[in-house]
């Protein structure tokens, strides 16, 4: 390997052609952010969107629902749209709506459906607590005991899963299968398509999180057959915090019955017509239940422009340049210091790299301290988020050096190996 130094750093920047997208993004002072796979950076273009959103509300009233410069009423299907090409589904499989853990509810509710002795939920023990609780919560409402109707399949190494082991999981007595498409600590990508695949054959129906892969990495979903994913959109796609969810449902299920009703699952013609008997939206519209939150939706019209622009094939190809230097430097400065690199370093890893020291919160701190934002996960993960619209490889190069001058030095020593209340 021929050694890194500052200047390849700022020649690969000179030679991005994302580079411009940076200045879009209102960057922290003094600060180099690796954090954009928790909660994405303030943009001009979704501060200008939140500006003419409330401004409609200003200058319009109530009449800002049909009117102004993105009318409210159609703006959850609009959002939809714009996020279709992110996940590969068609404009009429994908709504803007929810978050993360109500559109799972939402699903669940929706897909499982015990019968005889097909009643388990398969998930996955690596998964984020929140869709955990969630699927515990919907067995109990059904009757059934978590402790063993959720199966969880057990990860080998406690850092990635097998998709064979997945498989292999996949037996008669399940009902429903949910699974993450980025693992939230290693970054491991699972190959959703070879997954759907075995359970379409089996007939269970498969859903994935796409919270850590959502303007990451590349799917495919209508054409694998997945039958419903759902997401968040403050994470990759620098929504806001709190930015409206969002959900996939597979074309052949249109028609079907949500779990959850309301209004505005309704269809858009006759939604107002106050009949007692629900008239549902013939497509992804249907799963909406309430008023959608127009304000927290209002900055992903302006972020998801830049993502259209730039299209995701080439936001993953950066990432995965940024996050390979990234490797690439861990190993040629931070040798012998006893970190271990804990995400896939081929084609399967997503957004974002773990290194894994047993002072990790600490060096958090102390990285926190030096001016770099990363992302502790306990109990001795660091997660570094280079993001392709605004990470440079000089931040890159950076947070490497500062990292390297924190272990030299032991800087980590003074503050207290004990994480914060949000980690
Ligand atoms: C971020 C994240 C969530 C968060 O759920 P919310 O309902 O948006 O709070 C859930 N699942 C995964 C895998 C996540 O990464």
């Known amino acids: 390997m021929t050694q890194h130094t500052l200047v390849d750093a700022q020649e690969r920047d000179r030679q991005d052609k994302l580079a411009s997208y940076r200045s879009e993004f209102y960057i922290p002072a003094n600060t180099i952010y690796m954090d954009g796979n928790s909660l994405g950076l303030l943009s001009k273009r979704a501060e200008r969107t939140l500006h003419d959103l409330l401004d409609s509300w200003k200058t319009l009233g109530i009449d800002g629902w049909t009117e102004g410069a993105h009318p409210w009423f159609y703006l959850s299907e609009q959002v939809g749209e714009k996020m279709a090409p992110l996940v590969g589904g068609l ?37 984020f607590p929140s869709d955990i609780y ?40 399940v009902a429903l299968i949910v699974l993450p498409a980025v693992l939230y600590r290693s970054g491991q990508i699972l190959d959703m398509e070879k997954l759907t695949k075995a359970a379409n054959e089996r007939n269970i129906p498969i859903g994935f999180d796409l919270c850590h892969s959502i303007g990451a990495v590349e799917h495919s979903l209508h054409d694998w057959g997945t039958d419903f994913a759902f997401w968040c959109t403050y994470k990759h796609l620098n929504g806001g915090p709190g930015s409206v969810g969002g959900l996939f449902i597979h074309e052949q299920h249109f028609g079907k019955v949500p779990g959850l009703a ?44 830049m993502f259209e622009e730039v299209g995701i094939s080439a936001i993953r190809a ?22 271990t690199i804990g995400n896939p370093v081929d084609g ?17 701190k102390a990285l926190k301290e030096d001016g770099v934002i990363p992302d502790f996960r306990t109990p001795n993960g660091i997660r570094l988020a280079p993001v392709a619209l605004y990470n440079t490889f000089e931040d890159v190069w950076h947070t490497i050096q500062k990292l390297k001058v924190i272990m030299d030095e032991k800087r980590y020593e003074k503050f207290e190996n004990k994480r914060g209340v949000v980690a």
């Open 91 to 127: 404009k009429s499989e994908v709504i803007a709506t929810g978050s993360t853990t109500t559109n799972l509810h939402q699903l669940v509710s929706t897909f499982y459906k015990p019968d005889g002795d097909k009643t388990k939920i398969l998930a996955d023990e690596l998964n």
């Open 318 to 339: 950066k990432s995965l340049e940024l996050t390979g230097y990234m490797l690439e430097l861990i190993e040629q400065e931070l040798g012998g210091m006893d970190f």
């Open 262 to 305: 309301g209004w505005f699952g309704s269809k858009k013609e006759t939604q107002f017509d106050m009949e007692h008997t629900m008239d549902p939206a013939l497509d992804a519209g249907a799963y909406q239940i309430g008023t959608p939150h127009v304000l927290s939706l209002a900055p992903v019209i302006g972020s998801l422009e």
């Open 134 to 173: 969630a699927l515990k919560s919907q067995l109990q409402q059904k009757g059934y005991d978590p402790d063993t109707h959720l199966i969880r399949v057990k990860s080998r190494d406690g850092r990635y899963l097998l998709e064979d082991d997945i498989i292999d999981a996949m037996t008669d007595d």
């Open 348 to 364: 399967t890893r997503g957004g974002h790299v773990l290194l894994e020291h047993k002072e990790a919160a600490r060096i958090c």
